[in-house]
């Protein structure tokens, strides 16, 4: 019986692997921008969101084929977001997973249209999960489910307050408002379009929303955390970019020792919402407890 590690390695290939059939064809008058899409997708990554969806869906008792579109929109619709954090209107960033960011290497006219490109794209490919299933009804709330995840309501609002509010002492609200919306709607989108396609009822799906607003939660104050103690060529990309940004963190809000706390005790409530949940929780109790407390 393999280890944690060893599942972990061959579940993130099996998901690139999904993922990557998926990617459109670089071809015709628009390979460029189809090229600067792919790039910024095999960059790299965990392929954590798409995991994530994978392993709710199986542990409802999904077998099918129609979480395969799901999970390379998710990645695309993540992707996208990071394209567009690194523009130089937003982080200015040059680097992301080790590489040149895409508008380094594609020039900042293509890395925005790859972003618009892979955001659209991603309906265009969750939409083949119509022929793949026998529940059309199940498809289409798991679409509206990412569109509303990923909009205004979602990512691209959070996104919004922490580009106008970027430079100013933030309060709690406000952070609290940014973190579930910005990285917390993204990691939510998948757990529970995964057990949307299972078919798992309505009280349980909201049980797997809250396990993972824990985690996005979390996630983003680790992130906080690792860009105040890590290196470049760990995390594959600047560190301390958010005091360059002059941007408010839960850190600087709080200090490094309530941030690290309050990592655990996140990770813990989202280990025990998912124990009240049917199905193995074995790998996604330690993917879990993986992604609060990352290292890179």
């Known amino acids: 019986m393999m280890n944690f590690d060893e599942w ?13 059939q998926y990617l459109p064809a670089e071809e015709g008058y628009q390979k460029t921008v189809t090229a600067a899409m792919n790039y910024s997708v095999k ?9 994530l969806l994978r392993e ?26 990071l394209i567009h954090d690194d523009l130089p209107c937003m982080d200015n ?3 992301r997973r080790g590489l040149p960011t895409a508008w380094v290497a594609y ?37 509206a489910l990412l569109a509303q995840k990923s909009g205004v309501y ?36 998948p757990a529970m379009i995964g057990a949307i396609l299972a078919g798992a009822p309505d009280e349980q799906v909201r049980v797997v929303e809250r396990m993972a607003a824990c985690v996005g939660y979390a996630f983003q104050i680790q992130d906080d955390i690792l860009d105040l103690t890590s290196t470049q060529e760990v995390l594959g990309k ?4 958010d005091e360059k940004n002059h941007k408010t963190t839960y850190v600087s809000l709080y200090g490094m020792e309530k941030a690290r706390q309050d990592v655990e005790a996140l990770s813990a409530e989202a280990v025990g919402l998912l124990e009240t949940l049917p199905g193995d929780h074995a790998n996604l109790r330690q993917l879990i407890q993986m992604l609060v407390t990352r290292q890179k």
């Open 8 to 20: 972990l390695k061959e579940a993130s290939a099996e998901v690139d692997e999904t993922v990557c």
């Open 107 to 143: 020039g900042y006219d293509m890395a925005v249209l790859a972003g618009d490109g892979l955001a659209i794209y991603a309906f265009e490919t969750a939409a083949k999960a119509f022929s793949m299933t026998e529940y059309p009804e199940r498809a289409a709330a798991a679409i």
């Open 93 to 95: 960033d040059r680097f």
């Open 238 to 241: 600047p560190v301390l970019s």
């Open 154 to 189: 979602g990512m691209i609002g959070g996104q919004t307050a922490d580009v106008e509010l970027t430079g100013k002492t933030l309060d709690t609200q406000q952070l609290d408002f940014i973190y579930r919306l910005k990285t917390g709607a993204l990691l939510e989108a």
């Open 43 to 51: 960059a790299g990554g965990k392929r954590l969101r798409p995991l």
């Open 56 to 81: 709710v869906y199986r542990m409802f008792g999904g077998s099918g084929q129609e979480a395969e579109p799901f999970m390379a929109a998710i990645e695309m619709i993540h992707t996208f977001s």
